[in-house]
């Protein structure tokens, strides 16, 4: 980059100055115990006054509340919890056929809504998917599928 470059970048307004970081329009979901309708429209009006909020949609029967607009996570975790009195955090709960195994340990919730299961990003679980070579080599050698398999009667 020459001099000229450098000085015309240094005048140039045809960009504003400020380089402010613009939220970007994100869903949010919060677990968040609701009991009843009144549970419920505290929670809805909790969220709906916030700056940037667009939309809100709350599930009773899920016990989860969804958050669309130009929002952080946290603020709304914080708001809710501050403006109703109830624990809330992130919703942990994925979509059962999305998980691997979802009965393995850590990863089934009996408090989970009917099809969701608990997320986990963790390798725990990745490992019942997989066999050792040697386990591999074991099982193959006594298979009916291996046409050179050991044969034993």
């Given at each position: 980059?020459?001099?000229?470059?450098?000085?015309?970048?240094?005048?140039?307004?045809?960009?504003?100055?400020?380089?402010?970081?613009?939220?970007?329009?994100?869903?949010?979901?919060?677990?968040?115990?609701?009991?009843?309708?009144?549970?419920?429209?505290?929670?809805?009006?909790?969220?709906?006054?916030?700056?940037?909020?667009?939309?809100?949609?709350?599930?009773?029967?899920?016990?989860?509340?969804?958050?669309?607009?130009?929002?952080?996570?946290?603020?709304?975790?914080?708001?809710v919890s501050h403006r109703t009195g109830k624990k809330a955090e992130l919703w942990p709960y994925v979509p059962y056929d999305v998980v691997e195994h979802p009965y393995a340990a850590g990863v089934y919730d009996k408090k989970a809504p009917s099809g969701y299961v608990r997320d986990t990003m963790d390798s725990h679980g990745s490992h019942l998917a997989r066999a050792s070579s040697t386990e591999v080599r074991y099982t193959t050698a006594f298979s009916d599928e291996n046409p050179t398999a050991c044969s034993i009667m």
């Amino acid at each position: 980059m020459g001099a000229l470059d450098h000085f015309s970048n240094l005048f140039d307004c045809s960009h504003s100055s400020s380089k402010l970081k613009r939220k970007q329009l994100q869903t949010v979901e919060i677990k968040v115990r609701i009991d009843c309708e009144g549970c419920e429209r505290k929670v809805k009006r909790a969220v709906e006054g916030m700056k940037g909020v667009k939309q809100v949609d709350v599930e009773r029967k899920a016990n989860k509340l969804t958050v669309v607009g130009y929002v952080e996570p946290s603020r709304v975790i914080a708001r809710v919890s501050h403006r109703t009195g109830k624990k809330a955090e992130l919703w942990p709960y994925v979509p059962y056929d999305v998980v691997e195994h979802p009965y393995a340990a850590g990863v089934y919730d009996k408090k989970a809504p009917s099809g969701y299961v608990r997320d986990t990003m963790d390798s725990h679980g990745s490992h019942l998917a997989r066999a050792s070579s040697t386990e591999v080599r074991y099982t193959t050698a006594f298979s009916d599928e291996n046409p050179t398999a050991c044969s034993i009667m």
